[in-house]
């Protein structure tokens, strides 16, 4: 199976317009980007795919030791950049992708050409002179319950993540996005996932970034987001109204408002 076929790529709006990548986050697919990709299809190639394990990728190509880092996930995003012949695309990138962006853009740096990053967190674990928005144990606690019984933690977790409880149905979607995954595999990613920590590969991205902040972040509280704009080199920090983790879901015209005027601000750039 070619590279495109393993990731359940498809590929949207105007061949030879800037491309845009868009990079899912823990426990969803390309679908959660389905309130954001009209927006941009008359005047930018589309590209959406499934990380290997999730949706409608090859889920037999899930290989623990190759995705027992974010490293193995950001190789996969250069393979596929690749194999697309996309020339200098914008990275949109949730949760953990945003590190697995960050990532490849450090092993690749003439790859993108801009990288939109949706609550990015480069470490989720509190640190010295670090806030991250957990201590060690809760984590551990947290990565117990999850290998006690996944689904229980998907139910408890989603509606904490996607943090609308006025709009209970988007955590009720979270959730059945999270227990859609095979459970090993959601069990296994969400270890490297939670306990990653990118601090150290910030600096040496020179690809300039959007940081997209939401407000009342269970998962990047406001500290995190100063720190990405300190340790990356070309950043800016754009603070949303929306509430949650996911604000492509819960306020999609913000999101996109934001994303138009980063790209907005790029060099214009034809491909053929």
Not at 17 to 30: E, I, S, W
Not at 41 to 61: K, N, Q
Not at 120 to 135: K, T
Not at 169 to 178: P, Y
């Amino acid at each position: 199976m070619n590279v495109l076929a393993r990731h359940n790529v498809r590929r949207l709006g105007a061949v030879g317009h800037r491309p845009l990548v868009f990079a899912h986050g823990y426990g969803c697919d390309q679908q959660v980007w389905q309130h954001i990709t009209p927006a941009f299809e008359a005047d930018h190639e589309l590209l959406l795919f499934d990380y290997v394990g999730s949706g409608g990728s090859d889920t037999s190509a899930y290989d623990r030791q190759r995705h027992g880092s974010l490293e193995g996930h950001a190789r996969d995003l250069i393979a596929l950049c690749e194999a697309a012949g996309l020339q200098r695309p914008v990275l949109v990138a949730h949760s953990v992708s945003t590190m697995v962006g960050v990532l490849a853009a450090r092993l690749r740096p003439d790859l993108f050409e801009g990288l939109a990053l949706v609550a990015p967190n480069p470490c989720y674990i509190n640190h010295p002179g670090y806030v991250g928005g957990f201590e060690r144990h809760d984590v551990d606690d947290l990565m117990d319950v999850l290998d006690q019984n996944f689904f229980s933690w998907a139910r408890m977790m989603a509606p904490v993540i996607m943090g609308n409880p006025g709009r209970p149905e988007l955590g009720d979607a979270l959730a059945n996005s999270f227990c859609s995954v095979d459970p090993s595999i959601a069990r296994h990613f969400a270890r490297v996932t939670f306990l990653a920590d990118h601090r150290a590969d910030l600096p040496q991205v020179h690809t300039p970034c959007l940081l997209m902040q939401c407000t009342d972040d269970a998962l990047a509280p406001p500290a995190v987001g100063e720190y990405l704009q300190h340790a990356l080199p070309q950043a800016e920090l754009v603070q949303l109204a929306a509430t949650g983790h996911c604000p492509h879901l819960s306020a999609p015209a913000e999101t996109t408002a934001a994303l138009q005027r980063f790209l907005a601000r790029l060099p214009e750039r034809a491909v053929a």
